[in-house]
């Protein structure tokens, strides 16, 4: 039986993988960073709750990323400090991101991150971290829609040029 037989976990990890595990990490981090200072930012109570969603989402993922990197002896990046708490009304109305751009931008965000998980699946030999990141997947095309949704709802799409098929 080789190295690569057998049970998942008793496999090592190619660098492809290591590097995918440990950028998701990262990214996760640094997404909770900015989406705390977003809820800061926000008005609109379906967008500060989507926001909490994406965070609870990165905290897991965070969780799941890190022990493996751990258990496979590879340190992770440092997460970075809560932001101290503030209120909406003490930021300056011309420092504020504006609820449509926050929107905008975590949908952006959502979308990189299911190019993220499917070139990472792409590339896994692990079936464990292969399966991984075909969770996130599933979960980060749930949260999009959730955002497209509310983006429509809310009249904050703004979408890019439309074909429209005139009568011949």
Request: glycine share 8%; proline share 7%.
């Amino acid at each position: 039986m080789g190295i690569l037989n057998g049970n998942p976990k008793d496999e090592p990890l190619h660098y492809g993988e290591i590097f995918s595990i440990w950028s998701a990490s990262t990214a996760a981090k640094g997404a909770i960073s900015c989406y705390q200072a977003y809820v800061y930012h926000a008005g609109d109570k379906d967008l500060k709750e989507i926001l909490k969603d994406l965070m609870d989402q990165a905290k897991q993922e965070i969780k799941e990323l890190d022990k493996l990197l751990t258990d496979n002896g590879i340190a992770s990046a440092p997460i970075m400090p809560d932001r101290p708490q503030v209120k909406l009304e003490d930021i300056p109305v011309g420092a504020r991101f504006a609820d449509p751009e926050i929107a905008a931008k975590i949908a952006a965000d959502t979308s990189i991150g299911l190019v993220a998980c499917s070139q990472a699946m792409g590339q896994c030999i692990r079936v464990d971290v292969g399966a991984l990141f075909a969770k996130y997947h599933l979960t980060k095309a749930a949260l999009g829609a959730r955002i497209l949704q509310m983006n429509k709802e809310k009249g904050w799409l703004i979408p890019p040029p439309l074909l429209v098929k005139k009568p011949e």
